[in-house]
Structure formats: C-alpha cells, structure tokens
T-cell receptor, first 112, second 108 residues
Framework: ETGVTQSPTHLIKTRGQQVTLRCSSQ?????VSWYQQALGQGPQFIFQ???????GRGNFPPRFSGLQFPNYSSELNVNALLLGDSALYLC???????????FGPGTRLLVL | GIQVEQSPPDLILQEGANSTLRCNFS?????LQWFHQNPWGQLINLFYIPSGTKQNGRLSATTVATERYSLLYISSSQTTDSGVYFC??????????FGPGTRLSVLP
C-alpha cells in the first residue's frame, strides 16, 4: 500500500467520448504526476501538477488535461477519446525534494 | 534524450532460482530507481540506488554510475516475485523515465 488511491479502477468508453480519472495523493505529498502505460510498455509521463499548476508535460496532445485541487488530489481529463488511448493510467504522488514518487493502483481504460 | 535498455526482456525461472536483471543507460542519470509492477498493475518502489549497493531481504541492487548500468539481483525467487521489473531515472525532478522492463515469471 502506497497511500495513493485512484478511481475508478476500470472504465470502458467509446471513441469520441470524454473521460475523467481521479487520484488522491499520499498524506503530506504536494505533487502529483500522471503516466500512461500501454500494454507491454513502460509508463510514459503525461504531466505533473504542483501547487495547482501544471509543472511539466510529456509528449501528449492538449486533449489530455488535468487539475490539482487545494487538498493536492488531482484529475486527468481526456477529450475526444481514440482507440489508442486504451491503457493503464497511473498517478504518482511525491513531496517537494523527495527522491521518489509513489504510485497508485491505476485505472484501466478501454476505448471501443 | 537518454535511452534506457533492460535485459533480458523476458525471464522464466523455477521457484528457488536466482536471477540478475540489467539496466543500461546511454548517459549519466539522476536518482536511478528500480520498481516492481505486480500482475495487477501496482508499481512498487524497490530501490533508490544512484550509486553503490543496497540490499533488502532477497533483493539487492548495484549501480555503477561511471559505467552507466545498474543490476538487480533476486535470490531464492518466489512466485510472488513474478511481474515486470522497471528501472527508471529522475528527469530533473519532474518525472521518471522508465526502461522497457523485464517480465519475470517464477514457476512453482
């Protein structure tokens, strides 16, 4: 148990729809990062949020957006879903200056 | 960007066997770490190992930063060790860059 929770655990959507994934960070952590993990690959960085602002972004289009709330929890929103968005979405939380990130159990998204 | 390679890509062991997993990186990296992803997808931190050697029970890791590689040793493997092992490095404090992983299957 890392103390990081994600919801929902599984989700099925159709192409063109929008989806919102949620993450609650570990107590005392002020930074949340989101990753996409396609089947058989390592996690790929989407973006990071710190103090409710985006603090770095990977190679993902603008239809991937996020929010961080005052309690440091976070949302990942994906618009205009594509079949290729099917993946495991992981969030990770950390504290400023901490050497590592702690991962939640992930949300499995299937786009049909 | 920095490239990360892991070998072998797949490994099948009988319970009780030992194994060595390798991670090579193309340039100097910060905060090298090893993670285990269990079959349900949960990523667990194993070692923060920018250099030197650390041990935790049946697992140990060694990083030789000057030669740009890290090794993860698993001794007396158990079926619960199955999953994917990733090495990753810290990209300027923003995110981890993960290698492609080694998929380990430990058979009873």
């Amino acid at each position: 148990e890392t103390g990081v929770t994600q919801s929902p655990t599984h989700l099925i959507k159709t192409r063109g729809q929008q989806v919102t994934l949620r993450c609650s960070s570990q107590s005392g952590h002020n930074t949340v990062s989101w990753y996409q993990q396609a089947l058989g690959q390592g996690p790929q960085f989407i973006f990071q949020y710190y103090r409710e602002e985006e603090n770095g972004r990977g190679n993902f289009p603008p239809r991937f957006s996020g929010l961080q709330f005052p309690n440091y929890s976070s949302e990942l929103n994906v618009n205009a879903l594509l079949l290729g968005d099917s993946a495991l979405y992981l969030c990770a939380s950390s504290r400023t200056g901490q050497e590592t990130q702690y991962f939640g159990p992930g949300t499995r998204l299937l786009v049909l | 960007g920095i490239q990360v390679e892991q070998s072998p890509p797949d490994l099948i062991l009988q319970e009780g066997a030992n194994s060595t997993l390798r991670c090579n990186f193309s340039d100097s990296v910060n905060n090298l770490q090893w993670f285990h992803q269990n079959p349900w997808g949960q990523l667990i931190n194993l070692f923060y190992i920018p250099s030197g050697t650390k041990q935790n029970g049946r697992l140990s890791a060694t990083t030789v930063a000057t030669e740009r590689y890290s090794l993860l040793y698993i001794s007396s493997s158990q079926t619960t060790d199955s999953g994917v092992y990733f090495c990753a490095f810290d990209n300027y404090g923003q995110n981890f860059v993960f290698g492609p992983g080694t998929r380990l299957s430990v058979l009873p």
